[in-house]
């Protein structure tokens, strides 16, 4: 950027009021998300953006408190509590943020690609980054930073060192792109393909095409596939598409004909030349992925032997960021995806929200194809270190070695991967939070083998990404002064209680309930602060105290209980009446209210947090009216409640379906449940995201012939010669014996395999015939792919028991795109 930018140039770019300037400091970073905040200085600016499902101006307080001293927002706040500040009020926060970040593309004139489509954005991004890396200094967007938002903090990064850019876009709906294209101003567009089913926000598949268009509007050359008909035809008959046209086909007659030599070979005509490239994966998908990168290479006039070393050199697209289970008490944070400032920020991030171990330790490798020089890029890695809270710090790589004076950490410094390897056993890791990042050259897969407990080959997988999507689309239904208590019982529905609920904690909900007491208190072990109810109790009042649990109270006697071993101790407790309104399992009855008045004006120990009741029938249209009889029978009882405490409480009745049924029924709290895991038993919500997926492996494969039996107590027959395998799953991993003998069904590489004979304890035997398999495929129990609402239906039960039959055995891996 050409000269300073200052928070006057600042309000001069974005526009708005400055309602307070106490002194003029220089701008650098940016930070929108106060969750997500890596070092907090005079030269940082904050948006406070007032979202659907948070508020930044709540968190002014705290980030001020931190030395935030430059401050965007877009409501009017009492700028006496920030005497220290300088303040500007704009109309819109994120159209501030957009402004500032087309402000500084403004600033250079270097080749910019912008992808879009409907899929394969990212994947397309990131290999193009590597095919370019080993040419130019290249910018990409990190991750899936395709939003609004996401491209304006993406922009932001660039500097005078890079040469190249890459950024994708992504919308959702109509008059979106045209913001991204201001930002963005792409001279190179990439379309990579379109679904075939519109989606919603767009009124047509055309509609969403002309709507992607839209970044291409100023693009000097635009990249398809010409195989894609409706993209074809629509680019050449856009009105707003003036430029070079560059599309490739396997099919038609285009400016770069593919044809097919064998699954990885190809040949290549382009500007009357002829290239012979091999492939470095087999499938359909990824050959035109990487078609769009290699027309993009063929326009800057690489080469055939230039573009095939740098294809040799690419890898498979890890689209995750996983947690695991460690060895001697650790969670390994796995992230060996690649490595740069903006990368190690997200992860740092995501290791900060985790609070299962307080311990955090980091294994980095050299940051390469770094724009900055050596001495600046870390000394930002030693401050991004300290920010969030790393203890200790294992680097690798002769850069770090050099600069290990720049990270003031506790730490440990080896020249390569193989160094340490040797060292693994002279090291200690124990109850430690262990983030692994590194670049692709130093291999730290093998150190993630070394540190994570060797599984057993059965995995649950909990897409962490799909579960905040779900939490905030039931956010998106409440009013802004409705509460929300999350369940996370049983495992948190088998996902795993501590995990979920760090991750619900980093999300500000306001409480958690939990089944019994020794849930309740696994969580406070593993870090988790939020307020917790206690659905049913036993007599453990001391440890109920101990851990500040709050529990259910649903009978007289035991309040009774409660009161009179509070007063041999002099200690109150906050509980929540649980009233019976239909439900008949827990619950004061309504013809008990006028005794528990009464009990409760004598019994100054107890604090009354909140009133609630159970919806029997919420998730059916048959009991709806039932449902709303039990609404109205609770409303007046808890009014009669609180009249009688003097004193306001939390009520609440609606569970997981109550939310999209009955919405005029929030009260003060909601309950979710369920419904965050991705199951609506309503109907009313398609938008939800599949958060879990149970897999495991083909162990052994044999051919039987007809008339041979299979398993225990000869359960299955052969009808015919038949392919069977053999998998690592039986019931005692939750796999129950009622999908014996061809009711249950599994899935592997795309196609359903039934069940022969009688599930096992430890595997379990399935008809492979036809299916084009072996030892050691990954097998799909269920999933995005197989749902779990299709599996549970087959033995007649319901997802929530197929969710929470999943044993502890099965490891949990948690990961975040």
């Given at each position: ?26 701008i650098s970073d ?6 997500k905040?890596?070092t907090i ?8 953006i007032?979202?659907i ?7 002014l307080?705290d980030?001020?408190n931190?030395?935030?001293?430059n ?20 109309e ?13 593309r ?10 879009t ?33 996401g ?23 109509v ?14 567009g ?8 519109h ?8 509609e ?18 010409q ?9 050449n008959?856009?009105?707003l598409?003036?430029?070079q046209?560059?599309?490739w086909?396997?099919?038609?007659d ?33 050959h ?18 230039r ?31 690649n ?26 490798s ?38 290990k004076?720049?990270?003031?950490i ?14 693994f ?8 939070m ?34 905040t ?47 019994y ?22 007599n ?15 009978g ?11 007063k ?11 009233i ?22 004598v019994?100054?120990?107890i ?13 059916s249209t ?29 009520k609440?009745a ?5 939310i999209l ?20 038993p ?24 007809e ?21 690592a ?9 009622a999908?014996?003998d ?14 022969i ?37 087959s ?23």
């Amino acid at each position: 950027m050409d000269g300073i930018l200052d928070f006057q140039k600042l309000s001069e770019i974005v526009g708005g009021s400055i309602t307070q300037l106490h002194s003029n400091h220089e701008i650098s970073d940016i930070i929108t998300d106060s969750r997500k905040v890596h070092t907090i200085g005079l030269h940082s600016v904050f948006f406070a953006i007032n979202g659907i499902h948070h508020d930044g101006h709540l968190f002014l307080e705290d980030l001020y408190n931190k030395n935030l001293r430059n401050i965007v927002v877009e409501k009017e706040i009492d700028w006496h509590q920030f005497p220290e500040a300088n303040i500007l009020v704009v109309e819109n926060s994120i159209q501030a943020l957009q402004k500032l970040a087309t402000f500084h593309r403004s600033e250079f004139q270097i080749p910019v690609v912008g992808i879009t489509g409907s899929n394969a954005k990212t994947i397309v991004k990131e290999w193009l980054f590597q095919l370019l890396s080993g040419s130019y200094e290249v910018l990409q967007s990190p991750r899936s930073y395709n939003s609004q938002l996401g491209v304006s903090l993406s922009v932001w990064q660039l500097n005078s060192g890079h040469e190249q850019a890459i950024f994708e876009a992504g919308i959702s709906t109509v008059n979106e792109m045209r913001h991204l294209e201001t930002i963005i101003k792409p001279t190179v567009g990439i379309f990579t393909n379109i679904g075939s089913a519109h989606e919603q926000g767009f009124s047509s598949v055309e509609e969403k095409v002309k709507e992607k268009l839209q970044l291409f509007k100023t693009s000097e050359l635009i990249i398809y596939c010409q195989d894609h008909k409706l993209i074809h035809d629509m680019i050449n008959e856009s009105s707003l598409i003036n430029c070079q046209l560059l599309s490739w086909s396997f099919n038609a007659d285009s400016p770069i004909k593919i044809k097919t030599i064998n699954a990885r070979h190809f040949e290549i005509k382009f500007n009357q030349k002829v290239l012979r490239l091999k492939l470095p994966f087999a499938d359909r998908a990824s050959h035109e992925n990487l078609f769009h990168c290699i027309s993009y290479l063929l326009h800057l006039g690489f080469e055939e032997p230039r573009i095939q070393v740098a294809l040799n050199r690419l890898e498979p697209i890890k689209m995750r960021l996983a947690l695991k289970q460690g060895i001697n008490g650790c969670s390994i944070v796995d992230d060996t995806y690649n490595n740069d400032l903006v990368g190690l920020e997200f992860a740092l991030q995501f290791l900060h929200s985790q609070h299962q171990r307080s311990s955090k330790t980091v294994i980095l490798s050299d940051i390469p194809q770094s724009s900055l020089s050596q001495d600046l890029l870390y000394q930002k890695v030693g401050q991004l270190l300290k920010s969030q809270g790393v203890k200790r710090f294992i680097g690798i790589g002769p850069e770090l070695y050099a600069q290990k004076e720049k990270i003031d950490i506790p730490g440990e410094y080896f020249n390569s991967t193989d160094s340490f390897l040797k060292d693994f056993k002279t090291l200690v890791f124990e109850n430690e939070m262990v983030l692994v990042k590194g670049a692709r050259v130093f291999e730290f897969e093998k150190i993630v083998s070394q540190l994570v407990e060797k599984l057993h080959e059965t995995v649950l997988e909990i897409d962490l990404d799909a579960l905040t999507h779900n939490l905030n689309f039931y956010r998106n239904k409440l009013r802004a002064s409705t509460k929300l208590m999350v369940m996370v019982k049983a495992l948190a529905y088998g996902s795993g209680s501590a995990e979920i609920s760090n991750l619900l904690q980093f999300h500000k909900v306001d409480y958690l309930a939990v089944a019994y007491t020794d849930e309740g208190v696994e969580l406070r072990k593993n870090g988790v602060q939020l307020p917790v109810m206690v659905m049913n109790p036993k007599n453990d009042l001391v440890r109920l105290l101990e851990n500040d649990l709050e529990p259910e109270v649903f009978g007289l006697s035991q309040l009774q209980r409660y009161v009179e071993e509070l007063k041999l101790i002099n200690q109150e407790l906050g509980v929540h009446l649980n009233i019976n309104t239909g439900m008949n399992r827990l619950g004061v009855d309504a013809e008990e209210i006028d005794q528990l008045i009464e009990a409760l004006k004598v019994s100054p120990q107890i604090k009354v947090k909140s009133i609630f009741t159970h919806l029997a029938g919420a998730d059916s249209t048959e009991h709806r009216d039932f449902s709303l009889q039990q609404l109205h029978d609770f409303e007046p009882i808890a009014q009669q409640l609180e009249k009688a405490l003097g004193y306001s409480t939390i009520k609440h009745a609606l569970n997981s379906a109550g939310i999209l049924s009955f919405p005029e029924y929030q009260m003060d709290m909601v309950r979710l449940g369920i419904g965050l895991h991705g199951f609506d038993p309503s109907g009313h919500a398609n938008e939800l995201f599949s958060v879990s997926t149970l897999k495991t492996i083909i162990s052994q494969i044999r051919k039987i012939e007809e008339g041979e039996t299979i398993g225990y107590g000869r359960k299955g027959t052969a009808t015919k010669d038949c392919v069977i395998a053999t998998i690592a799953l039986g019931y005692a991993d939750g796999f129950s014996r009622a999908f014996s003998d061809g009711i249950g069904q599994v899935m592997i590489n795309g196609n359903l395999a039934n069940v022969i004979g009688n599930v096992c304890m430890d595997m379990t035997m399935i008809d492979i015939t036809g299916i084009d398999a072996k030892e050691g495929d990954e097998v799909i129990i269920f999933g995005k792919e197989l749902p779990i609402q299709q599996v549970a239906s087959s033995i007649d039960t319901i997802p929530y028991e197929i969710l929470t039959s999943v044993s502890s055995r099965v490891k949990r891996i948690y990961f975040s795109h």
